[in-house]
């Protein structure tokens, strides 16, 4: 069998225990990457969702940053970018798609969409516990220039003041931000990836280049992204009110931004980070498959050759 893999190309087959440990590598490095690559906008979003009145607009922001506090000020909490949602990716990823096993084999005649829902909120919970604690120190040192340089500081000076509460202080509303963006996103891709390959393309998936089924994960990743940015927006804001201390809880923190704020604060920034961020991860994501000697990522509901074969016959 060895000699079978090597000849195919296979790192190794569909839904073993190295399968899933390349889902989780490549999860790792594509959210991991994307995320530190794009810091300097990260720390525009939370600046102005835990100073509106000082930084109104992007614009203003960026220059009052570089003018008070320096280049450096951009790359902020790029430790916690790296580190913590390199973590996050591996769990979402790679528990995804376990969960998805698991779940198909469950739900044997359930609709494929509440079997994306289920294993995406049920890897997403395990994946913001392990981000929490990163995202808390990130926020901090995004917002507060005094607080710490990162996460070597940054980690003892809140557990020894705070302890573990200061590190999970945004758990809730960071499940809250994240769950339903994994939910939504998830399935956005696996719905947008079945429509291009089924409607648009009708070719099977293993009949494409590589280059025309990374040019779907690309169209389905930015779709997902786009889509999940939207929905989460109110959550990101309670997190990043929350870890910067300007409420002490969930509904004052609501209270404070107010309903509509919730919403509209920081979106258009929001929307400009996730959406390219979501389809470069999905890119890298699919590109580790591929090299892997396995499929990219998405289900189809039915091949197109296999509804043609009547009417050959």
């Known amino acids: 069998m060895r000699s079978s893999k090597l000849i195919d190309g296979k790192l190794c087959e569909e839904f073993t225990p190295g399968y899933y440990g390349v889902c989780a590598i490549g999860g790792m490095l594509s959210a991991g990457t994307t995320h530190l690559a794009i810091t300097p906008l990260d720390v525009l979003k939370v600046n102005m969702q835990v100073h509106p009145i000082k930084y109104h607009s992007i614009s203003t922001c960026f220059t009052t940053l570089l003018r008070e506090q320096g280049p450096s000020a951009f790359w902020r909490g790029w430790a916690g970018k790296f580190f913590g949602y390199g973590v996050q990716g591996a769990c979402r990823f790679g528990l995804y798609e376990y969960f998805k096993k698991v779940y198909s084999n469950v739900l044997v005649d359930q609709n494929k969409s509440l079997i994306f829902f289920a294993s995406s909120a049920s890897a997403e919970v395990i994946a913001n516990v392990a981000l929490c604690p990163f995202e808390a120190i990130k926020v901090r040192v995004q ?171």
């Open 143 to 313: 917002a507060q220039p005094h607080f710490a340089k990162g996460l070597s500081d940054g980690f003892p000076r809140i557990y020894a003041s705070e302890g573990f509460h200061g590190l999970y202080r945004g758990l809730v509303p960071l499940l809250g931000r994240n769950i339903p963006f994994s939910i939504v996103m998830f399935s956005t891709f696996e719905h947008t990836v079945n429509f291009l390959y089924k409607k648009l393309i009708q070719k099977r998936r293993e009949e494409c280049s590589r280059a025309q089924q990374l040019s779907v994960t690309c169209l389905a990743g930015y779709a997902a992204g786009s889509v999940g940015s939207i929905i989460s927006n109110p959550a990101d804001n309670i997190v990043a009110s929350l870890n910067n201390k300007k409420a002490s809880t969930l509904k004052l923190a609501v209270k404070k931004i107010g309903f509509l704020n919730l919403f509209t604060r920081s979106l258009p920034i929001r929307i400009m980070l996730v959406g390219p961020v979501v389809t470069l991860q999905w890119l890298f994501y699919d590109s580790i498959k591929l090299l892997s000697g396995l499929p990219t990522s998405g289900h189809v509901t039915k091949d197109i050759k296999e509804e043609e074969k009547p009417q050959c016959r």
